[in-house]
RNA sequence: GGAGAAGUACCCAAGUUGGCUGAAGGGGCUCCCCUGCUAAGGGAGUAGACGGUUUACCCCGUGCGAGGGUUCGAAUCCCUCCUUCUCCGCCA
């Protein structure tokens, strides 16, 4: 959510710099009247209270001496009526007031290029050595079926479709990446290791900034108001919802593997094979709360973390800045990593880094207080999240890019600990 | 799932004939005095937060788990919800 004091004071400006998103705006048209309407209706209430507090005084006052207090009463009586239809008023005002708010997504970073869509995106660096092939690479569906560690036809008979089964040394690969994963952030990069509730409630996913504008995106429980979070972020971030926190509390890192659900709404027809988009899927996630005024030094740090991983696990990749009109909507700046798809013959995105700044903050009221014996209001924290790494889209960046003429996949050397030392995947 | 109890400020904890309690008391914390230092002792201070207004202070409003209601006026009365604890049942 923006400060609403500073979009009053620099709406225009704010306005504009909204618009290189590309999305509709004209939700903020309505925003000067009503912020001056709410500011307006206040004064009037409280003016009003403050005379009834004076008076309900002077009413003890009188009772206690059994003087008659009729007349005030009487008039008091209109006051109190007053004051509620005022404060009605006030409440549906500040409805709408909020309503909007949540629905204007973040602010980009001035160093976030201008750009309409993910084609304007800004490449950063590309690492890593893409694997040649003496044959024709197969998509990572087809290796994986034939070697019998994935089984998406008895997941579609089972749930549905997007959905599956790891298997075999498919199943155990996958458990691999997540200790790798969480075992390099917890170890090396200083993280401390989550395991979150993977059902989150309506105000959780409304303060990371899933809700109210992307309900259609997440599966959400009949009976009570809960939701399957889409992401660690979600549950990791509100950790710390409506918390002070004391300045030596910060910087906090925490990385959360997490299962993730994803109702993929309007993706209907993209990526309907294999492990790229999955309903359910697993996911490492690092989240950081920081100061204001490290919060892009850290999106540095997380991103680098992020490609960490990659770079252990040998795989290919390239680091892109978003452009203003793809970042997300809780988003001010972003860096997209993408890994080298062999069967795809192109990058196709594996984490993604951003840094909140103070949007998430807001919304669920995360702060800090930088001096403890200050007089002064506490501050809100900046937040950030990345994936570290999306668990299975790695699986599929390792099957195709180790993939064999034979139709075996080798394991990255890093992974063999965790594979009991196997060296390969071979059809039995 | 059934039965009961409770939620007051950093912590503990008074407070139900509604109005000198927006909150007693204790602990803790901060400052001062005393003491060579420490301990002990004496004194003073201590809602935080949010909102309006403001350069700032002051001021005003909200606030006793949350949200409604009754009333001129509610921590105190009524309703709904949430959370915690105890016992029983069930269960990975």
Redesign the pocket.
Known sequence: MLD??TLRDNYEEMKGRLSTRGGDLSVLDRFPEIDEKR?QL??E???L??R??????E??QK??NKENADAI?KE??E??DKI?ALDESL?SVEEELETLMLSVPNLPHESVPVGKDEDENVEIRQVGERPTFTFEPKPHWEIGTALGILDFERAAKVTGSRFVFYKGLGARLERALISFMMDLHADQHGYQEVLPPYLVNRTSMTGTGQLPKFEEDAFKIREEDYFLSPTAEVPVTNYHREE?LDDSDLPIAYCAYSTNFRSEAGSAGRDTRGLIRQHQFNKVELVHFVKPEDSYETLEKLTNHAENVLKKLGLSYRVITLCTGDLGFTAAKTYDLEVWLPSYDTFREISSCSNCEDYQARRASI?F?RDPNS?K??EFVHTLNGSGLAVGRTMAAILENYQQADGSVLIPEVLRPYMGGIEKIEAK
Do not use: L
């Open positions: 609403v004091r500011r206040i004064q209430t409280e003016t209270k403050a009834r507090n004076e008076v309900s005084q009413i003890a009772k206690k009463i008091m009586r006051v109190g509620k409440r002070i702060r207080r007089k209001k506490p």
